[in-house]
């Protein structure tokens, strides 16, 4: 039985994507943040932080739309919550 030494690298490689904050494509309707965010494309709708210590990077892109009952629109965060960072939102 042969065993490959590249096991180790392809599975780092595989894991890599998990390590970095999670990216958001473009969507419609409320988008609900509870992890380190970054947008790779506009948004058409409300997204609400819900979580503490999170980072929104918006890198560049707008958050746009109606509000829906009870949440005005835009970028929310949610009552009582510390250390939110929203960043490069246009």
């Known amino acids: 039985m042969t065993r490959s030494i590249f096991s180790p690298v392809?599975?780092?490689?595989?894991?890599?994507?998990?390590?970095?904050?999670?990216?958001?494509?473009?969507?419609s309707g409320t988008m609900v943040?509870?992890?380190?965010?970054?947008?790779?494309e506009d948004h058409q709708g409300n997204i609400l932080v819900n979580a503490n210590k999170v980072t929104?990077?918006?890198a560049g892109h707008t958050v746009s739309g109606p509000g829906v009952p009870g949440?005005?629109?835009g970028i929310e965060v949610?009552?009582?919550?510390?250390?939110?960072t929203v960043r490069d939102a246009k």
């Open 10 to 27: 392809v599975l780092g490689i595989a894991l890599l994507p998990m390590l970095t904050a999670p990216s958001a494509r473009a969507s």
């Open 71 to 73: 949440f005005n629109g």
């Open 78 to 84: 949610a009552g009582g919550l510390s250390g939110v």
């Open 33 to 40: 943040i509870t992890t380190d965010t970054t947008l790779t």
């Open 56 to 58: 929104l990077d918006c």
